[in-house]
């Protein structure tokens, strides 16, 4: 078999192993009672399944992860319980809901934990941080996701004493997991933030056991300034992340439309914006997939448009892989 007919034959499976996702609850899921996980979860299922998404990246909420909400949900009056047995009702409620929603509809769910991380500032800022992570964490280990997303947090005055901080805390929230979760460790959109430089999250990565990279291609392009515009610099962070992921059956992109600052990230847009440029992205995605055999990519969009940008990028996708395919046609053509 020639190159080019080789090439042609892997598109379908190549495609196969790009896995779509939405970092929130879908746009047009019809939930109404935020305190409802149930009801939340069964929606956002509905909704991925009319859209051929399979993976969803739950946002920190403390009003659906809050314990005493759920109980008050069952109708359970935590006076007439010890702790242990409270406990284990909350476990027994979210482990059928794992069964019942998340495995039967063959959704990998993520817990991404609070948006502000920051374990250097104060005791206040530590303190409310941890208790975040530890209910994001409980959660996502009740449930059964298949792990947690944080950031690294505020960097501080001193990054190498901040990071060193960060890795010590992330560590005892890595222990509230399941062995077979995995803790996700993201670029940053924002320069003061650790994790804005690749070296910043490979020590990290090294440092935590069960650790993956996330990385975030939309805030990579905004701290890069918004200049970069070949697929060679959007496949640089995926090999050099992969290469210290404790997982090597999949690596987990997320993209966005994004306006640029001085700063890195200003806000989040449609992907429709083109920036980052959406066909060089998809490029040093196919080009990882093709050197890397047998990996999956999660790719979730998180986007202001979500499920629609989703469903915009398999668009585009499809766009791509049938360009190569008439590529790989013609030179196998040319080459009789």
């Given amino acids: 078999m020639t190159s080019a007919r080789r090439r042609r034959s892997q598109i379908p499976k190549l495609m196969k192993r790009i896995l779509f996702g939405v970092s929130n609850i879908p746009l047009g899921a019809q939930i109404r009672n935020i305190e409802n996980i ?33 109980l008050e949900r069952l109708k359970v009056d935590a006076k007439e319980k010890s702790p242990q047995e409270l406990l284990e009702i909350i476990r027994e409620y979210l482990e059928n809901i794992y069964k019942e929603v998340i495995k039967k509809s063959k959704i990998h769910l993520w817990v991404y934990g609070p948006k502000y991380v920051d374990f250097i500032s ?15 964490a409980a959660f996502a280990s009740m449930i059964k996701a298949d792990g947690l997303v944080t950031l690294l947090g505020y960097a501080g005055d001193n990054r190498k004493e901040s990071l060193k901080k960060s890795i010590k805390m ?15 460790i993201e670029i940053p959109g924002k320069k003061e933030l650790l994790g804005a430089t690749l070296s910043e999250i490979k020590d990290a990565l090294s440092s935590i056991d069960r650790s993956i990279p996330v990385i975030n291609l939309a805030h ?99 766009e791509y892989f049938e360009g190569v395919s008439r590529r790989a046609s013609r030179g196998s053509s040319s080459g009789r």
Avoid: W
């Fill in 38 to 70: 149930e009801r939340i979860l069964t929606e956002c299922a509905s909704r991925m399944s009319d859209f051929s998404l399979k993976v969803l990246e739950l946002p920190f909420n403390e009003v659906y992860m809050d314990p005493g909400r759920i």
């Fill in 122 to 136: 104060s005791e206040a800022a530590e303190k409310f941080t941890m208790e975040a992570l530890e209910m994001a």
């Fill in 220 to 318: 990579y392009y905004a701290l890069a300034g918004g200049i970069l515009r070949r697929a060679e610099q959007f496949l640089e962070p995926i090999k050099y992340l992969y290469r210290e992921s404790h997982a090597k059956d999949f690596i987990y992109i997320k993209i966005s439309g994004i306006e640029v600052s001085d700063n890195g990230e200003r806000l989040h847009m449609p992907l429709i914006t083109n920036q980052p440029p959406l066909n060089v992205v998809i490029d040093a995605i196919y080009k990882f997939l093709v050197e890397n055999d047998g990996v999956k990519a999660y790719v979730i969009v998180e986007s202001p448009l979500l499920e629609y940008d989703a469903e915009y990028f398999m668009t585009k996708l499809k």
């Fill in 170 to 184: 992330l560590r005892e929230i890595r222990d509230l997991l399941l062995p077979s979760q995995y803790i996700g």
